[in-house]
């Protein structure tokens, strides 16, 4: 039986009474109720995040955790890279990496970031895969490593604001930087801490027991600068931010190569690395690499105000009658003040300050093929 | 006269002429817009049909016609600033003018009484 028939659709997060106490806009999503938004709506939620600091809930999102029977943590990192074409056994404790998950074919499973707690490694996977991703994990790596899910609230504080109003909390977090990953005491409950997020901004994600969430997310937004954000701005922030979304920019067909990923792949995974190949799809992937892919995801900037969604065909000129590509993700980025999209194009097209077409409501709309990101990063390496 | 359609949009009727917009439920359920679409004057439209767009940032929607008419009048301000008509879709936030074809199609359209309770 598929592990999600377990879950009930529309499955409540530790966080539910505090959405409805402020008022958020709740909708379905990945099988739980999250708030699309909050009374001050979408484009403040979003502007906020990028100059101050915004709440989010993502406790949906998958947290798995393998612990090495062995007890070395060097066996589930070894296990680990069996499944993906990461340097995982190259990951320091305190650390965390961006991962993905491969298919025999090369093509995307999941993606997924990786903390490397001492003696475990602790997953933060995507809420629509966790279920898949578990049994994968269980299917693939119970010889060498315990799988195990866990309950807890997961919160990210994203923006510019987040790091003095999480210091406020618990200062011993002084001094992290981008990627790094901490577990401390937070308001008496144990936390692990990463900084990190989906935003493209400076933040923090914040895993913690599920009856210790809504004290701490209270506390964070009795800061003036910090407000709750929804899954709207989530969504118009990470495309802003050039992020992928799996379903959408990055799937079972896609390749790490295509998606413009190449960089999760550490040389030592590459061709004359030390571990070269060794993970599902390693001969298109390397060869990918080596040869060039033949699509690639690119920017797109929309010229007028209409924007252009997910779905939408893209052609090369504006008489072709065959599509060359399509938008993955698409609509307005509220920091530009204009539409933005992300797609595939032939490698040939996906150059910046090429001009490509979308059909928009038949109509052949110009669209500049532009770099990601959009918005400059605001991490704090 | 103030009508309203099962569609989500209101008329205000001022002789053969009617301005249309979306509801106040409607620009609650849709969020922030971002970008509106309007038809051009001089056309003609059909009831049923698409007539004007209105996006947000997640998501396009449709707004057909609720009448058979010609577009006398568009609003330049709302596609200018479309936040006007989330901020107040049943005053300045207004779409277009259409001039009916046929008055007594305004008949089988709901009062705002009748629109609140469809609306809950």
């Not at chain 1, 995507?126 to 898949?132: G, P, T």
């Not at chain 1, 989530?234 to 992928?244: H, I």
């Not at chain 1, 959408?248 to 190949?277: F, K």
């Not at chain 2, 439209?45 to 568009?74: F, H, I």
Request: proline share 6%; net charge negative.
């Amino acid at each position: 039986m598929p592990s999600e028939t377990a879950r009930p659709q529309n499955a409540r997060t530790p966080l539910h009474a505090l959405h409805l106490r402020l008022g958020a806009r709740m909708v379905p999503f990945a099988g739980y109720e999250l708030p699309l938004h909050y009374p001050q709506g979408l484009l403040a939620e979003h502007l906020h995040t990028r100059h101050s600091a915004g709440l989010f809930d993502v406790s949906h999102m998958g947290q798995i955790v393998l612990t090495p029977r062995s007890g070395r943590i060097e066996n589930a990192a070894r296990a680990l890279e069996a499944l993906m074409p990461v340097d995982v056994l190259g990951l320091a404790p305190g650390r965390q990496r961006y991962a993905v998950l491969t298919h025999d074919d090369g093509g995307i499973r999941d993606d997924l970031m990786i903390a490397h707690l001492g003696d475990r490694l602790a997953l933060v996977a995507n809420a629509a895969n966790k279920e898949s991703d578990e049994a994968h994990l269980r299917e693939q790596l119970s010889d060498s490593c315990d799988v195990s899910v866990l309950r807890r609230a997961l919160i990210a504080l994203q923006g510019p604001a987040s790091d003095a109003a999480l210091l406020r909390l618990v200062p011993t977090l002084a001094g992290m930087r981008f990627m790094d990953v901490r577990e401390v005491d937070l308001m008496g409950a144990p936390a692990t801490v990463t900084r990190s997020g989906y935003t493209g901004e400076d933040g923090f994600e914040i895993s913690l027991p599920e009856d210790a969430a809504e004290a701490v997310a209270d506390a964070l937004l009795s800061d003036v600068t910090v407000r709750p954000v929804g899954l709207g701005a989530r969504d118009s922030l990470r495309m802003e931010a050039g992020l992928c979304l799996h379903g959408a920019d990055i799937d079972e067909t896609t390749s790490p190569i295509e998606a413009g990923l190449t960089w999760a792949i550490q040389p030592v995974r590459r061709a004359d690395g030390e571990r070269s190949g060794g993970f599902p799809g390693a001969e298109r992937i390397l060869r990918e690499i080596a040869e060039g892919p033949t699509r690639r995801r690119v920017g797109l900037r929309p010229e007028g105000r209409a924007p252009v969604r997910a779905g939408a065909a893209l052609f090369l000129g504006e008489a072709e009658a065959e599509a060359a590509g399509q938008v993955t993700s698409g609509g307005f980025g509220p920091s530009l003040r204009a539409p933005i999209a992300m797609g595939y194009l032939p490698l040939k097209a996906a150059e910046p300050g090429r001009r490509v077409f979308a059909d928009l409501r038949g109509e052949r709309l110009p669209i500049a093929v532009t770099p990601l990101p959009f918005v400059p990063a605001g991490f704090k390496r | 006269m103030l009508r309203f359609t099962d569609e989500h949009e209101w008329l205000r009727v001022e002789g053969d002429i009617a301005t249309v917009g979306i509801t106040k439920h409607a620009a609650e359920q849709l969020g922030d817009l971002v970008f509106i679409e309007l038809p051009k004057v001089g056309a003609t439209l059909k009831k049923g049909a698409a007539a004007a767009v209105v996006e947000s940032v997640k998501a396009a929607s449709d707004v057909y016609a609720p009448v058979d008419g010609e577009v006398t009048e568009v609003n330049a301000a709302a596609v200018e600033d479309p936040t006007m008509v989330g901020g107040d879709p049943q005053g300045a936030g207004w779409l277009y003018r259409i001039r009916l074809d046929d008055t007594s199609a305004l008949d089988g359209l709901m009062d705002e009484a009748a629109y609140a309770s469809f609306a809950k």
